[in-house]
């Protein structure tokens, strides 16, 4: 069965720093993607970035880049110059199986802090 | 540009009522999931379908029913609903050769008192 740990509960970031959030996966599936995924207090869950198991470069999306460490089973979420409206809760997510399900960590409540 | 859409976005039931939580989507998606999201939780698959006709349980799938007629529509059915139930459910789809990213609707916020 696949599984996604996020290890912090909470982070706390000044604004315009950057910061990391971790994600580890643990899968025997030879091909799998990894996904970060933003839900501010308004509740919609908001797509960020996207990494494939077999992509070799790193993934990036403005500001947001993935950190894949495939030997390690670690897709850590880093966030460039952070902002206020970062302010959110971040989860990390691994699809699997034939229908590509997603399984979902615990998630990290960001706070960006003036 | 509707995408997946979800109604209620509010409901409160009654111990042991009945209700169904739509879902919609207008992109020909041929994957729909439900998911449930516990309070400071992260989400968890109740059923998904893989088109028309299809359904599987996912993790959750106690005490939920799910069908499949059309491509476009997937509702979640509740029966004799109890306080576990309470929880926000979002509806997410996504095609088939597309890509991995899910389209996630709005969310409903139940409780059950």
């Known amino acids: 069965a696949q599984k996604i740990t996020q290890t912090q509960p909470g982070m706390f970031v000044q604004e315009k720093e950057a910061v990391t959030l971790d994600c580890t996966y643990d899968t025997s599936d030879q091909s799998y993607g990894l996904f970060w995924y933003k839900q501010p207090s308004s509740g919609e869950m908001i797509f960020l970035i996207y990494q494939g198991s077999y992509d070799e470069q790193n993934a990036t999306e403005g500001r947001y880049s993935l950190n894949f460490q495939k030997a390690r089973k670690s897709a850590n979420l880093v966030i460039s110059a952070s902002q206020l409206g970062d302010s959110a809760m971040y989860f990390c997510?691994?699809?699997?199986?034939?229908?590509?399900?997603?399984?979902f960590g615990s998630g990290t409540q960001l706070t960006v802090l003036p | 540009n509707a995408g997946v859409t979800q109604t209620p976005k509010f409901r409160i039931l009654k111990i042991g009522q009945s209700m169904t939580l739509q879902c919609a989507q207008d992109m020909n998606h041929n994957y729909m999931y439900w998911y449930r999201q516990d309070p400071g939780m992260g989400l968890k698959l109740i059923y998904y379908s893989v088109g028309a006709g299809i359904t599987d349980k996912g993790e959750v799938p106690n005490g939920y029913n799910v069908s499949r007629s059309t491509t476009e529509d997937f509702p979640l059915r509740l029966e004799l609903a109890a306080p576990s139930q309470t929880s926000v459910y979002f509806c997410a789809s996504r095609s088939q050769g597309g890509g991995e990213k899910l389209f996630f609707g709005s969310g409903t916020q139940l409780s059950v008192l």
């Open positions: 997510a691994m699809t699997s199986g034939s229908a590509r399900q997603l399984t």
